[in-house]
C-alpha cells in the first residue's frame, strides 16, 4: 500500500466501525477454538499493518506480527509492539517454526499476495497440530473498485476458490461465512456509483469517516455479527471468513 494509506489505516483502526468489526470477530473465533481457554496461546499475524490487531491480542499470550511493508513495521515500533518482523512471509526462513503457532491469522493479507497458495502451506507448516488459520479475504470480484486498486488488491475471491486453495494446502475447514452483511447493499452502491461516474487518476480507498453516533451504531451492528458468526453462516457479505484447522 502507499505510505498515505498506512497512515490512514493508523487513524481509522482505532475507531472506525469496520476495523472494529474485524477485531470483535478475530477475539470471537480464538475463544470459540480455545474453549478450554489455554493460555499462554502462541499467534502470529500475518500482514499485522499498524499493529491494531497484534497490539490487542496479547492477553492471549505471545503473539508475533510479520509485515512486508517498512512503515507498517514503523507504526508498530512507535506503539510499542517488539515482537515485530520486516519481511515477507513467503520468503522468510520458517524453519525454525514448524508446528509452533496455535493460531495463524491473515486478515484481509492474502489478495495481497501473488502466491497465497504458498503463504497457506507455510500457514499449515507453522501451526501445531489441531492449529487454526484464520483468514479474512475480500469476496465478490463485482466488487472490485479503485478501494482494491488503492490498497494493491491482486484479486477478491469467490468462496468455493478459497476453500479450494485451503484445502489443497492440507487444511480442513471447519467454519466458513460471509461478514459485513449488514453493510453489504450501501458498499456495494457505493462502489459500483464510484466506480460507473468518479474514476480518480491516484485510486484511494473508500473510507467514509462516519459521525460518531453513526459509527457507534455500526461498531454495536458489527459486534452482533461477530457473535452471530459464530453460531451460523452469514449469507452474504463484503468478506468472506474461514476457520481451517491443520490436522
Not at 487513524?11 to 480455545?34: A, C, D, P
Not at 526462513?93 to 491473515?106: P, V
Not at 469476496?139 to 475471491?157: G, I, M, T
Not at 468472506?240 to 490436522?247: E, F, L, N, P, R
Request: glycine share 4%; with cysteine.
Amino acid at each position: 500500500m502507499q505510505q498515505l494509506e498506512y497512515t490512514r489505516m493508523a487513524e481509522f483502526e482505532k475507531s472506525f466501525w469496520w476495523h472494529k468489526g474485524k477485531l470483535f470477530l478475530v477475539r470471537n473465533l480464538i475463544e470459540m477454538y480455545n474453549p478450554g481457554r489455554n493460555l499462554p496461546l502462541e499467534i502470529l499475524e500475518i500482514g499485522c499493518g499498524t499493529g491494531e490487531i497484534t497490539q490487542s491480542l496479547m492477553e492471549y499470550g505471545n503473539v508475533k506480527g510479520v509485515d512486508i511493508s517498512e512503515e507498517a513495521i514503523n507504526f508498530c515500533l512507535e506503539r510499542n509492539i517488539e515482537n515485530v518482523v520486516l519481511g515477507d512471509i513467503n520468503n522468510l526462513d520458517i524453519s525454525q517454526d514448524k508446528e509452533k503457532y496455535d493460531f495463524i491469522l491473515a486478515l484481509d493479507v492474502l489478495e495481497h499476495i501473488q502466491d497465497d497458495l504458498e503463504t497457506m502451506r507455510r500457514a499449515h507448516f507453522m501451526l501445531k497440530k489441531g492449529g487454526h488459520f484464520i483468514v479474512n479475504v475480500p469476496a465478490h470480484k463485482f466488487l472490485w473498485s479503485e478501494h482494491d486498486e488503492a490498497l494493491h488488491h491482486r484479486r477478491r475471491y469467490h468462496s468455493v476458490e478459497i476453500k479450494q486453495k485451503l484445502k489443497d494446502s492440507g487444511f480442513e475447514i471447519v467454519k466458513y461465512s460471509y461478514f459485513v452483511t449488514t453493510a453489504f447493499f450501501p458498499i456495494f452502491l457505493i462502489r459500483t456509483i464510484t466506480t460507473l461516474f468518479k474514476r480518480n487518476a491516484y485510486p484511494k480507498t473508500s473510507y467514509i469517516a462516519l459521525p460518531s453516533f453513526l459509527n457507534n451504531f455500526a461498531i454495536k451492528v458489527m459486534d452482533i455479527e461477530a457473535k452471530l458468526l459464530t453460531k451460523m453462516k452469514l449469507p452474504i457479505g463484503t468478506t468472506i471468513t474461514v476457520v481451517a484447522k491443520k490436522i
